[in-house]
């Protein structure tokens, strides 16, 4: 089964409004990452959280991590239009080999934010 | 630009056709994979790819065949495909701690 589930499925708010998207796990994890798409392009590396941080930022960007729950928040402060995309959780469910690492992505939080 | 590049962009082909994807990287990554992407699905890993040996296959149907000629490179090649087999095939590239560089994709359509 997946490991990553993010909550909302989608998320319309107005520009200049902060969003927050969530995501669950099931296993105990190294890191998790987070990861932006555009409609038909390929994913782009926002941030990455170790399991012994529970804070981080990056620009308007905010993650949270709970290993107790087996959590992790993604908060976008201050919207805008060109933040809209679908937002991907993704853990580091397994290692594959030298220098690689098998990560399973979430189905993904659909933003919309509106001009 | 991530640097990894995808080519070609978009393809059409037909179940009987025979046809290549190919990935290459910029970034002196050390490893390599390929995901499909459909449409309300999760992505899904195909193939990994670490010093050009395959360490992942999971569980990918032998129309879909895997090369990694070297590091830089990564080609998909596809033979009797289905219709079910249309979605975004992206190919990424990684060092050490996971962090992983997509490319665009290719927009693949099975007639």
């Known amino acids: 089964s997946q490991q990553g589930e993010e909550d909302p499925q989608a998320l319309s708010i107005q520009e200049g409004e902060n969003a927050t998207m969530n995501c669950s796990y099931k296993?105990?994890?190294?890191?998790l990452q987070w990861y932006r798409q555009n409609s038909g392009r390929g994913l782009v590396h926002l941030i990455l959280?170790?399991?012994?941080?529970r804070e981080k930022h990056s620009g308007r960007l905010r993650v949270t991590l709970d290993t107790s729950k087996k959590s992790s928040s993604l908060l976008i402060t201050a919207s805008r239009a060109a933040d809209t995309a679908s937002y991907f959780c993704?853990?580091?469910?397994?290692?594959?080999?030298?220098?690689?690492?098998?990560?399973?992505f979430g189905k993904g939080t659909k933003l919309s934010v509106i001009p | 630009e991530t640097g990894v590049t995808q080519t070609p962009r978009h393809l059409v082909m037909g179940m009987t056709n025979k046809k290549s994807l190919k990935c290459e990287q910029h970034l002196g990554h050390n490893a390599m994979y390929w995901y499909k992407q459909s449409a309300k699905k999760p992505l899904e890993l195909m193939f990994v790819y670490s010093l050009e040996e395959r360490v992942e296959n999971n569980s990918v149907p032998s129309r879909f065949s895997p090369e990694c000629p070297n590091s830089s490179h990564l080609f998909l090649h596809l033979h009797t495909l289905q219709p079910e087999d249309s979605a975004l095939y992206l190919c990424?590239?990684?060092?050490?701690?996971?962090?992983?560089?997509f490319g665009p994709g290719t927009r693949l359509t099975v007639l």
């Open positions: 993704a853990t580091d469910a397994s290692y594959s080999g030298a220098g690689s690492y098998q990560l399973t």
């Open positions: 959280i170790r399991s012994n941080e």
């Open positions: 990424a590239s990684s060092q050490d701690f996971n962090t992983q560089y």
């Open positions: 296993t105990s994890i190294n890191n």
